[in-house]
């Protein structure tokens, strides 16, 4: 068992509401001196940077996830880890039936870039990704499974998208093993006031600029034995589904 310094929900310059510095190079380069050791990229609705990001992480020795933040139908965030980069980008293809369109206001919303491991920009995403899509958070959780996704609530301590704020409290159905919080100071207090206790509780910092990024404070202890990456991912979202 080895400590794993993580950071699971950070935001490139493909999210709107992202600094246009937050390329993938760049997060994985502070990461690298934040001391972190297994980062997953999760913009809102799309892995269109994961490729990107996991080039320029193999540069710093960082264990690069592939994930997304999407928005369900009852405007609640919940992210979603892939075990693979192709897993990943196969999902994407098939969540554009599920997102309702409206094109970018950059005026307003900010840039969505797609961008290369050099920082170099080969597209932009036409259309909105921080609107809600037209899956229920049930429907959401099954279909991201079937593309082997571990997925858990974003930031429940927080009143913007929070599964709490918005539901009234976390529901039986679907039942998620692993919960988010933003706030690392307020874990015993949601876990008493939600009897949380034996669900995976994970600290992340949903950073949409460089320096928000965690430092290496928040860890999990996985067995890598015979160590790849690929193994610390595959026993990483066992963890979150806990299986």
């Known amino acids: 068992m080895n400590k794993y310094f993580y950071d699971l929900h950070i935001h490139s310059c493909l999210s709107p509401c992202a600094e246009n510095d937050m ?8 990461a690298s001196l934040c001391g972190l050791n297994i980062v997953a990229l999760t913009d809102h609705n799309s892995t269109k940077n994961c490729r990107a990001f996991f080039a320029a992480a193999k540069k710093h020795g960082i264990i690069p996830v592939a994930g997304m933040e999407m928005t369900t139908a009852e405007d609640v965030h919940i992210v979603a880890l892939f075990p693979t980069l192709e897993a990943a980008e196969e999902f994407d293809r098939e969540y554009q039936k599920y997102r309702v369109l409206y094109k970018n206001r950059t005026d307003i919303f900010g840039d969505q870039l797609i961008v290369d491991e050099n920082d170099n920009i080969v597209g932009e995403e036409e259309n909105l990704l921080i609107n809600a899509s037209t899956l229920s958070i049930p429907e959401a959780k099954k279909l991201l499974e079937n ?14 998208n929070g599964i709490i704020a918005m539901l009234g409290g976390i ?45 290496a404070e928040n860890f999990l202890l996985i067995d890598d034995e015979p160590y790849s990456s690929a193994l610390v991912r595959e026993k990483l979202l066992k963890m979150i589904k806990n299986i």
């Open 171 to 215: 529901p039986d159905e679907p039942y998620f093993p692993c919960l988010e919080i933003n706030d690392g100071s307020k874990k015993d207090e949601y876990i008493n006031n939600y009897s949380l206790e034996n669900r995976l509780i994970l600290t992340d910092s949903d950073a949409h600029r460089l320096w928000e990024i965690n430092e």
């Open 147 to 160: 593309y082997g996704a571990a997925v858990f609530p974003a930031h429940i301590d927080r009143e913007e």
């Open 23 to 30: 390329t993938p190079a760049n997060i994985a380069g502070m």
